[in-house]
Every structure is written in C-alpha cells, then in structure tokens.
C-alpha cells in the first residue's frame, strides 16, 4: 500500500520542487536589477508543432519600469533547447546573487 501512496503522490504533485521548476535570471535593457523566472515544467509549458514545448514570460522587476520577454523552447523531455531574451539579457545565478545581497554582506 504504501507503494501505492508513494507512487499516487509523485503523479499528482509532478516531481520534488527542483524537478518542476526551472529558474531563469533576466536583466530588463536599461536596468541594473535582476529578475528571477520561474518556469514550471508541468503547467506553463505549450506544445509545439515539432513536438516539443516552449513558454513565453515577461520579466518585469519592481525597481525597473522595462519588461523583457524570455522565450524557451524545449524538447520532448522538457529540457531546454534554447532561451531567447528580448529588450534584455539573461544573466547567471552569481549575478542575481550579487544585485539582491547588499553591499558589505558578502
């Protein structure tokens, strides 16, 4: 039975939190804050015609009046294939890192 359980909770829920949810750093164009995507695997995905996935975001911050658009496409799998960043960059996890911890914390 408790098989049972395990596998029941593991089709409803999709996955632990680091299996469904992808994160994505942006830098809007003419802002110095970064902004933090999060894709979910399971629910925001489209499929494609090639039998893939993509998903399309907007990354807006709350110090920064511009918005960046982010396009992933997927493959079959739900692995990235490519990101594409408009009226932005996308930037690493250290660079987030640095704009949300204060200056002398590090």
Same mark, same amino acid.
């Given at each position: 039975?408790?098989?049972?359980? /395990?596998?029941?909770?593991?089709?409803?829920?999709?996955?632990?939190?680091?299996? /469904?949810?992808?994160?994505?750093?942006? /830098?809007?164009?003419?802002?110095? +804050?970064?902004?933090?995507?999060?894709?979910?695997?399971?629910?925001?995905?489209?499929?494609?015609?090639?039998?893939?996935?993509?998903?399309?975001?907007?990354? /807006?911050? %709350?110090?920064?009046?511009? &918005? &960046? +658009?982010?396009?992933?496409?997927?493959?079959?799998?739900?692995?990235?294939?490519?990101?594409?960043? %408009?009226?932005? %960059?996308?930037?690493?996890?250290?660079?987030?890192? &640095?704009?949300?911890?204060? +200056?002398?914390? &590090?």
């Amino acid at each position: 039975m408790n098989f049972l359980g /395990r596998l029941w909770n593991g089709l409803v829920s999709g996955g632990t939190p680091a299996q /469904r949810y992808q994160p994505y750093y942006v /830098r809007p164009k003419r802002c110095p +804050e970064v902004v933090i995507v999060r894709v979910d695997l399971f629910n925001d995905l489209s499929v494609s015609d090639d039998g893939g996935f993509f998903v399309r975001k907007v990354a /807006r911050g %709350e110090r920064c009046p511009f &918005a &960046a +658009e982010v396009s992933i496409t997927f493959d079959k799998n739900r692995r990235p294939v490519e990101v594409t960043v %408009e009226n932005g %960059e996308q930037v690493t996890e250290a660079d987030y890192l &640095a704009w949300v911890t204060p +200056e002398g914390e &590090a």
